[in-house]
Each structure stands twice: as C-alpha cells, then as structure tokens.
C-alpha cells in the first residue's frame, strides 16, 4: 500500500506522545492561523478559480469561520483538556472518579470540494485540539485549492504529525485501505457508505458529515420581503453549493404569489438584471457538475432565471414552480443555484410531506408566529433547525453541525469538534489499604454480604423515597 509508511510514520510519533502536551497543541493552531493570514491571497485566488467565489464569500466562509474556530478552540482548550469529575456511589466516596479526554491516534480528514478550505480545516482544528496525529485528504475537484493546501499546510505544521495526501477516487481508495483510528468525511451518502464500509473493516470509527435535500417552510403569516432576501441569499450563496441550502421551498398557492416578485427583486438587488456580470456570484465547480445540475432545470416551470452557459459553468439564480414530488429536482439534492417550490395547502401537509422523505441536514421555517415555527421544530427531525433565517446556525461554534440518518452521522464545531476527535476513558483510582471495606465482595457469597454490597453500590432512585 503506498500510503502505509506513512500511516506508520505518523502512528510512532503518536506512540510517542509528542501531540499530547497543551502546548504543542496550542503551537499547531496557532500555525494554522499562521497559514491563513499568510496564504489569504493565494486562498481567495484559489478558490475564485475553482468557483467563483466572490472575495465576500471566500472570507466570511473560508477564513472568518475558520478563524473563529480556532479562537474558540485556543480560548477554552485548557479547559476542555481537564480531567470531568463524575459522582461517586458511597462505596467510592474515598476513591477518585473522572472522565480523561484521550485522542484517539491517527486520524484520516476527508474533505470535499464545495468549501475547500473550511471543511478540512474546521476538523483538523478539532483533531489537533484533541491531540492526534493528522492525515487530510483535500478534494481532487478543486484542483487550484488541493494544490494551495498540498504545497503550503506542511510548512505550517509539524511534518511528522500532519501530513497532506492528493488524489482522486484510486488514491483515496487506497488511503482507506490502512488502519485509522478516526475518521471525519464531508461528502455524498453514497461515498460515505463506502467511508463507512472500509471504516468497518478495522472497526474505525467515524463522523459522516453528508448532505439532503433541506425543506424550507414558509408560513402564510409573515414578511415576504425579509423572507426573500434570506432565502434567496442561502440559496445562491457559493452558486447554491452549500449543504445546508434551502433545497427547495413549502408553501401555499396563494404564498408563492407574493414570494415570487419579491425573490425576482431580490436576486436582482443581489446580482443585478444580469447575474451572470455579477462580481458577487459563482460557477459551478466542472463540467461534470454543471450537467447535472443543468439537466435538473427540465423539472417544473421556470419562473424566474433559467439561462447557462456551459462555457463559464454559469447557471442563473433559478426558481422552479409547478414542481411535481416525483420529478427529478426533488429525488436528489441540488447542489446549485436552483430553487424548486412545492406547494401544500397549511403546515400540517408541509410536516407531513418532511417527514415523508429522509432526514435533511437542516430544516427551515419562516414565520411571524412563534408557534408555527416551533411546530415545525417540534415535529420534524433533522440534523440542525433555523427558524426565519437561513445557513446562519452553521456560524455558531457553540452549536453542534451534524446530520442524522441519511444526512450524516456525529457533530463538531467548537467544544463538539474536540469531543468528536477525543475518547472519553472512565477512570478508577483506588487506595491500596481499607481492604476490610471490600470483604463482602468476595467468596464465599452469602446473603449478608449481598445486602452489605447493595447497600454501598446502589443507586437510588427519587421516585424510591417514602413520605411518611
């Protein structure tokens, strides 16, 4: 295998305990904040290149977030870092009870393409926070990023610790094959399936950060406008390619007539009548990508946009109605700047019809009515929730990201990074004397010595109390 050496490389500088200390912890994300200051430039230019991301764009997701990470991370390690005391039954009042946080070894980051920069930096900040050894796998189909990450992260970080490996689907393949001790994917459900199925082969264990098609509901009691201009700004943000984008709009007949002149207005107070002239909006990542994103606009009626240019890899901002459930835009998430509306008569069918599908990554819900949108929390389930507003709860290092079912498996962010890469070791730690309190755990039992044991082990419960 020719990633097996390594693999080694970095699994004896693990044994050896030099990614343990604080300190060095503390060094290596200090480097990476090093990195992103030094490399900004070249980040922008990278990802301009590969998207065409908006400069904007690039620092608010690329560089701010990933900022803010590493300050909340550095700001509260020492405390994460400690020893959890836990309570102690009676036979153990003496002893010392606690949760260590141990990093697991060697872990394997694999990123994709649509936030290159974010989605492998954000984990390996978790990693290195918690005190392992790094192997990252930047996405092959942002070829100008993967070549900045290659070329720049290593001189950054300590080369016997963290290392960088490229390649597409053959590379990867055989990454796999070798033993990790975690591993962290940011991709499609399909690949993560085969994540997850070489993971069982060495009973790895791992964090799927997948994708879904993410419901936006829209009441009939609310700002049209303001509900515009958020849909509209999580929808074509990054050209659409983000995973947590409305996938697609639930609402009435009578709502989607006021929605649409004020999404018109708003794509163009965004982007101008001309879109596709905007410095302010993105291109779809390849050829590859653009087909298929192109052939999903034969779904419904469009309304609004419609015009590509395979050339560029430019689809308009893009609103569909007369959406069928059947159609294709609905069998698959869109992963581009179209934006399908499905009408329902009132929020009962819109709850029904989310929980008829798989579980998204984030549900959305728009409402003047508190209780309308606390309905929509309540009743469905997904991996995060944002109530009139969206992508906006990605921005918070003290929530979880995370799927559930098809949409993902596991969290990070923040405190929630550290504890994905870290195992939680139940530690006992006893006094050699008092050996007369443990007599009446050994042989020969009798039933005096069982209610002595069950007297100093049990625990009981409040509901056991007696009022006299």
């Known amino acids: 295998n020719p990633f097996a050496g390594l693999v080694s490389h970095l699994r004896a500088s693990w044994l050896s305990g030099k990614t343990w200390p604080m300190e060095y912890r503390v060094a290596q994300l200090e480097a990476l904040e090093r990195f992103l200051d030094d490399k900004k430039q070249q980040i922008m230019d990278a990802t301009a290149a590969d998207l065409g991301k908006a400069p904007f764009e690039t620092e608010l997701s ?3 977030m990933c900022k803010n990470e590493l300050h909340e991370t550095l700001n509260n390690l020492s405390r994460w870092m400690k020893d959890e005391k836990v309570d102690r039954i009676l036979a ?20 994709p393409w649509n936030y290159p920069i974010q989605l492998f930096l954000v984990p390996l900040i978790g990693a290195i926070a918690a005190g392992n050894c790094v192997i990252v796998k930047p996405s092959e189909v942002s070829k100008k990023t ?3 990450v290659a070329e720049a992260l290593p001189c950054y970080l300590d080369k016997d610790c963290f290392a960088v490996v490229t390649g597409g689907v053959q590379e990867t393949t055989r ?3 070798n033993k990790f001790d975690y591993i962290f994917f940011t991709g499609s459900p399909p690949v993560g399936r085969i994540v997850m199925t ?10 799927l950060e997948l994708g879904g098609k993410n419901p936006c509901y829209v009441s009939d009691t609310c700002d049209v406008t ?16 983000t995973c947590i984008a409305p996938d697609y709009l639930l609402c009435t007949l009578e709502m989607q007539e006021k929605l649409l002149p004020a999404l018109r207005e708003a794509i163009n107070d965004f982007y101008g009548p001309n879109p596709r002239e905007s410095p302010d909006f993105g291109r779809i990542v390849s050829d590859k990508q653009f087909q298929r994103v192109q052939r999903l606009l034969g779904s419904g009626r469009v309304a609004i946009g419609g ?4 050339a560029e890899r430019y689809i308009a901002p893009t609103v569909l109605v007369d959406v069928q459930p059947s159609d294709p835009i609905m069998q698959e998430e869109i992963f581009g700047p179209i934006l399908p509306i499905i009408i329902i008569t009132n929020v009962d069918e819109a709850i029904d019809f989310i929980n008829s599908r798989e579980r998204p990554l984030a549900v959305y819900a728009f409402s003047s009515d508190d209780k309308v949108v606390n309905r929509i929390l309540e009743q469905t389930s997904s991996g995060g929730f944002c109530g009139n507003d969206t992508l906006m709860h990605v921005t918070l290092p003290s929530l979880p990201f995370g799927g559930i079912g098809n949409s993902g498996l596991g969290t990070h962010h923040g405190k929630f990074s550290f504890d994905t890469f870290s195992h939680s070791r139940g ?3 006893r006094g050699m004397g008092r050996e007369s309190l443990n007599a009446p755990r050994y042989p020969p039992y009798s039933r005096r010595k069982f209610g002595l044991i069950q007297a100093t082990l049990k625990v009981t419960c409040k509901s056991d109390c007696t009022l006299l």
């Open 62 to 64: 690329e560089i701010l």
């Open 92 to 111: 153990m009042q003496l002893d010392s009870a606690f949760i260590r946080k141990d990093p697991y070894g060697v872990v394997l980051i694999i990123a």
């Open 146 to 148: 993967e070549g900045l």
């Open 175 to 177: 990454l796999l094959e």
């Open 198 to 207: 070489a993971a069982a082969k060495h009973l790895t264990p791992v964090t």
């Open 226 to 241: 303001n509900v515009a201009r958020r849909v509209a700004w999580g929808r074509f943000f990054n050209a659409g390619q």
């Open 307 to 310: 015009q590509t240019d395979e």
């Open 427 to 429: 530690c006992l730690k």
